[in-house]
C-alpha cells in the first residue's frame, strides 16, 4: 500500500503519517525530515541544501529523488509507505512512478489535506513557537505556500484523472481527520 499525503505546508501532513506508521506500521518518508537530517548531520549534502529550505524554495528534483530511492531500497520489505512532502513536482511524480514500477508496486491513494491559507498561517506561527523551526518564519512560509500552488498543486488534476485521489477537510480535529483517511485506506 502506498499512500501520497498532499497538502500545503502545515497541512498536517507529518501528524498524520506518524498516525498510521503508529497504527499500520507503515514507514513514513518525508523529505522534509530527510533533508532536516542532513542538515543538522552537518554533511556536504546538509550544507547544500540549508540555505534553499529556510529561503522556503524547492531543494532539485535530483536530490530529493534520490533520497527516496535510497530509503525505498532501504525499507524494502515495509507494509507501505507513506509519502510526505513528496512529491512535490511533476518530475518527481513521473519518478516516483518508475521507482515504484521497478518494486512492481504503484501509488495506490493520494489524499489530499484541504486547509485554509489563514489557519495555515497561525499554525505556522505556532510551530515556528513551539518548534522553532528556521524556515517556520511568515516570509519564508509565503514562498513555500507559493511554491505549493505553482508546482506542487498542479500534481493534483494528474492523480484526479488516474481515480486516486480524496480530499479531506483538514480543518477538522486531527482524530476526525484520521477517520477519514482510515476510510479510505480500509480495514
Ligand atoms: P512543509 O512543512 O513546508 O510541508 P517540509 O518539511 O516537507 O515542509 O519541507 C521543508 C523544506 O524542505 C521545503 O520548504 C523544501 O525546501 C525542502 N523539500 C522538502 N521536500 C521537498 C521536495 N520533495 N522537493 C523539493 N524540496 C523539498
Redesign the pocket.
Known amino acids: 500500500m502506498n499512500l501520497i499525503l498532499f497538502?500545503?505546508?502545515?497541512?498536517g501532513?507529518?501528524t498524520q503519517a506518524k498516525k498510521l506508521v503508529a497504527e499500520r506500521g507503515f514507514v513514513q518518508l518525508?523529505?522534509?525530515?530527510?533533508?532536516?537530517a542532513a542538515r543538522s548531520s552537518g554533511s556536504e549534502l546538509g550544507l547544500k541544501?540549508s540555505s534553499?529550505?529556510d529561503?522556503?524554495?524547492?531543494?532539485?528534483?535530483e536530490?530529493?529523488i534520490e533520497l527516496i530511492k535510497e530509503q525505498l531500497e532501504l525499507n524494502s520489505g515495509a507494509a507501505g509507505f507513506i509519502f510526505?512532502?513528496?512529491?512535490?513536482?511533476v518530475p518527481?511524480a513521473e519518478a516516483l512512478d518508475k521507482l515504484l514500477e521497478t518494486l512492481n508496486s504503484k501509488v495506490d491513494h493520494v489524499i489530499r489535506l484541504k486547509v485554509d491559507d489563514e489557519a495555515l498561517m497561525q499554525r505556522i506561527v505556532k510551530r515556528f513557537e513551539e518548534e522553532g523551526?528556521t524556515?517556520?518564519n511568515p516570509e519564508?512560509?509565503r514562498k513555500?505556500l507559493d511554491?505549493?500552488n505553482a508546482q506542487t498543486a498542479p500534481l493534483l488534476p494528474i492523480y484526479a484523472e488516474q481515480g486516486k485521489l480524496t480530499e479531506v477537510d483538514g480543518m477538522q480535529q486531527i482524530d476526525v481527520v484520521a477517520r477519514e483517511i482510515d476510510k479510505v485506506l480500509g480495514a
Open positions: 497538502g500545503p505546508p502545515a497541512a501532513k507529518g518525508s523529505t522534509g525530515d530527510m533533508l532536516r541544501v534553499i529550505m529561503s522556503g524554495g524547492l531543494v532539485s528534483d536530490i530529493v510526505d512532502g513528496f512529491p512535490r513536482t518527481q523551526r524556515d517556520d519564508s512560509f513555500r511554491a505549493y
